[in-house]
């Protein structure tokens, strides 16, 4: 009978070294695996690198857009604020040129209103189609 409680010594003895022996090559595969040179853990810190500078460019590249939205705005503004005054220097060219080349004392007639009218309308026209 003292054989079976030696016999279970020497399974616990060798279970206890597979077991060392096994979290010894685990130790050794996850020493590999968080290598900053070669293993895994390199190439997270290289993407998390490269993630915050995507995000930084992205960022810049968002308050630049919005730079240029808001000076797209201006010069819309302003061509819409220049289509108004052209659109008055028209009205004043067609009454000069209606007045002064069939006779100069005679009244202008409707057609510069009718010109604008259609002028404004088709501008009405290209804004919707927009």
């Given amino acids: 009978?003292?054989?079976?409680?030696?016999?279970?010594?020497?399974?616990?003895?060798?279970?206890?070294?597979?077991?060392?022996?096994?979290?010894?090559?685990?130790?050794q595969r996850l020493k590999a695996f968080n290598d900053v040179d070669s293993g895994l853990g390199g190439s997270i810190a290289?993407?998390?690198?490269?993630?915050?500078?995507?995000?930084?460019?992205?960022?810049?590249?968002?308050a630049d857009s919005d730079a240029a939205g808001a000076a797209l705005d201006q010069a819309t503004d302003r061509a819409n604020d220049s289509i108004g005054h052209l659109e008055m220097l028209i009205a004043a060219a067609e009454d000069v040129d209606i007045s002064t080349s069939e006779?100069?004392?005679?009244?202008?007639?409707?057609?510069?209103?009718?010109?604008?009218i259609q002028f404004r309308a088709r501008r009405s026209e290209l804004e919707e189609d927009v």
């Fill in 1 to 27: 009978m003292t054989l079976v409680p030696l016999l279970s010594d020497v399974l616990l003895l060798l279970a206890t070294l597979a077991l060392a022996a096994y979290c010894w090559r685990l130790a």
């Fill in 46 to 62: 290289t993407l998390s690198l490269q993630v915050d500078e995507l995000k930084n460019t992205l960022e810049k590249a968002m």
């Fill in 103 to 116: 006779n100069p004392e005679a009244e202008p007639e409707a057609e510069p209103a009718e010109a604008i």
